[in-house]
């Protein structure tokens, strides 16, 4: 894994425990501390924004990198749900870089964000083990990211977990509908085994000028742990670091 030399804001919106009804981001910052850390980035990079008041406020610099992992966007004031949606929405179109971690596309009351994030969740069942899978391409790479296109983009994506194994953990098994976002500008990136299908979990896209990554494994700690996971997440991070 190349190690990135790109500096940029790293921005965490999420919820701290006691506050988060289901997915403390707490829980979730020492397997992005270590994913940083194998892309040789120091934590003075990462700015966490932890609970309504400090996320659901300020801007984000063009360049930065946020990662979305809000607990329950439902419990968000009307008002403020509506600013930092369009915040988010502005920012990837303007060029800026998104990673949806895990319940940050739990967003029923904004179809904005569905469009985003391409998805819209559904359900899940009771947490179980489950065996997560990279998807490999040998589509060969693309260095010029300033000039691509967006179908340019999706062969730039097929690479992104090139020598990223596979891994098991006990997890949500996250089940979506994708009528009608996803389309030929979204790749599956990692999928998952479950009732005898295969479930995407993770995937890019392009989405107007910038990059978005959905990234759905990592229920709390345990889950955080494999390596495989470590290893699958600094792909991710490095990939869209690495586009800005």
Request: net charge negative; with cysteine.
């Given at each position: 894994?190349?190690?990135?030399?790109?500096?940029?804001?790293?921005?965490?919106?999420?919820?701290?425990?006691?506050?988060?009804?289901y997915?403390?981001?707490?829980?979730q910052l020492?397997?992005?501390?270590r994913?940083?850390?194998?892309?040789?980035?120091?934590a003075?990079?990462?700015?966490?924004?932890m609970?309504?008041a400090?996320?659901a406020?300020?801007?984000?610099a063009p360049?930065?990198?946020?990662?979305?992992?809000?607990?329950?966007?439902?419990?968000?004031?009307?008002?403020?749900?509506?600013?930092?949606a369009?915040?988010?929405?502005?920012?990837?179109?303007?060029?800026?870089?998104?990673l949806?971690?895990?319940?940050?596309?739990?967003?029923?009351?904004?179809?904005?964000?569905?469009?985003?994030?391409?998805?819209?969740?559904?359900?899940h069942?009771?947490?179980t083990?489950?065996?997560?899978?990279?998807?490999?391409t040998?589509?060969?790479?693309?260095?010029?990211?300033?000039?691509i296109?967006?179908?340019d983009?999706i062969?730039?994506?097929?690479?992104?977990?090139a020598?990223?194994?596979?891994?098991?953990?006990?997890?949500?098994?996250?089940?979506?509908?994708?009528?009608?976002?996803?389309?030929?500008?979204?790749?599956?990136?990692?999928d998952?085994?479950?009732?005898?299908?295969?479930?995407?979990?993770?995937?890019?896209?392009?989405?107007?000028?910038?990059?978005?990554?959905?990234?759905?494994?990592?229920?709390?700690?345990?889950?955080?742990?494999?390596?495989g996971?470590v290893d699958?997440?600094?792909?991710c991070?490095g990939?869209?670091?690495?586009?800005?």
């Open positions: 894994m190349e190690v990135c030399t790109v500096e940029l804001p790293i921005i965490v919106l999420g919820d701290p425990e006691g506050v988060a009804r997915h403390p981001v707490t829980a020492p397997a992005l501390r994913a940083l850390t194998k892309l040789g980035i120091a003075e990079n990462l700015e966490v924004r609970g309504r400090s996320y406020t300020g801007e984000f360049n930065a990198l946020v990662i979305n992992a809000i607990d329950n966007w439902s419990e968000l004031e009307p008002g403020a749900a509506a600013l930092l369009s915040r988010l929405l502005v920012h990837v179109a303007a060029g800026g870089r998104l949806i971690w895990h319940q940050g596309l739990i967003a029923k009351n904004r179809p904005d964000l569905l469009s985003l994030g391409t998805a819209d969740f559904t359900h069942d009771p947490q083990e489950l065996r997560f899978s990279p998807r490999h040998d589509a060969g790479s693309i260095t010029d990211t300033d000039s296109t967006v179908a983009s062969t730039v994506a097929d690479n992104i977990l020598g990223v194994s596979g891994w098991t953990a006990v997890d949500e098994p996250y089940e979506f509908n994708f009528e009608p976002w996803f389309d030929s500008a979204v790749t599956v990136l990692v998952y085994e479950y009732k005898e299908q295969r479930w995407p979990i993770v995937w890019s896209r392009a989405f107007g000028r910038g990059r978005l990554i959905y990234f759905g494994p990592g229920h709390n700690a345990a889950s955080c742990e494999p390596e996971f699958c997440l600094a792909a991070l990939w869209l670091i690495a586009s800005a």
